[in-house]
């Protein structure tokens, strides 16, 4: 599956630097951190935010769950546009509100965020421009720290920007475990970026159309996974949490639909196992590397759920590159993409 550097695209390059971008967050990020720690009061703090759209979004997902199940913070999506389009100026005295983007330039991020801001609510941005307009906007900034990254399909800074909400909820919460799991990252993104997922992507870029299914802490990664798909692949694939692809979802996915399971382990992954099982026997081809039966090759034992579920997707990267390029797709600059998408 892998090219030589000389003949690598620049996605392939970039996801090879995801280890080394993770330690230089490690290494880089806990200055910004600990300030931002000594300046927020959680006492003060009623509920959460997060802000973010596409791959952002997606990062936004894997952070509210963090939020909520280590610091016990309800935590909602933002719609910037009720405020770019209908005007409206929600009440967020009493919020952490998080942007998280990474070119930190999209008009209605910026603005709903500036709203924010304005609003009295502690604002986080969570950007790989630390000098960007989203930076700008917010109290406090936490730079991911990813590194220039020149192809369209985002994949360095998707993993450093859900690694950096980690670290900031780890440091939140005081918890030391948790902190210390995400201070594995490097070495667990460089066992993760060995697996070979290739028979999925293979069979994904001969399909109309797929699926990707997780849950808890793998949701957003699960999004993120299909995202990947459509961008690079040119194939739409949606994503669904094993607690609802069987309330619907499941009457759609046929023999020709690949399946691709993302479990961390934890919680969910009895859940993650029994949906993908009742997938299976309906004749879905079902890839995981968890159950009774994994057709890809997994992550060792002993990781934490919230950690392994960002280091899934080096391997989702990977082996869409490698199918895409074996395709003779433009996986640097897929058709109709830019690498800034602006919206208001």
Known sequence: MSASAETASQMAREIAEIPQAAARLLD????????????????????????????????????????????????????????????????????????????????DLVAAAEQATAAGAQTIALVNDPESPAARACRHVLPVLAGPELAVAATKTVVNTMLAGSLLVAALSGDEVFRRAVETAPQRLAEALELDWSD??????????????????????????????????????????????????????????????????????ESIASSLAALAQAGAPVFAAAGPQPRLQGLSAGGDPALDAIALLAPVYRALESAASLQGRDVDSPPGLRKVTETL
Do not use: N
Request: net charge positive; glycine share 14%; no cysteine.
């Open 28 to 107: 880089g990020g806990q200055g910004a951190i600990a300030r931002i720690v000594a300046a927020l009061d959680l006492t003060r703090i009623s509920h959460a935010v997060v802000s973010g759209r596409g791959s952002s979004g997606h990062a936004g997902t894997h952070l509210r769950y963090l939020l909520e199940t280590r610091l016990g913070l309800s935590a909602a999506p933002a719609a910037p546009s009720v405020v770019t389009r209908y005007g409206a100026e929600p009440r967020l005295s009493g919020a952490l509100y998080i942007l998280v983007s990474q070119s930190g330039r999209s008009p």
């Open 200 to 269: 999925w992507a293979l069979r994904l870029s001969r399909a109309p159309a797929g699926y990707v299914i997780g849950r808890g802490f793998s949701l957003g990664p699960a999004r993120e996974a299909a995202l990947k798909s459509a961008e690079v692949m040119g194939v739409p694939v949606l994503a669904y949490s094993a607690a609802e692809v069987l309330h619907g979802p499941k009457a759609a996915i046929r023999a020709e639909h690949p399946v691709l399971g993302l479990d961390p382990g934890g919680e969910v992954s």
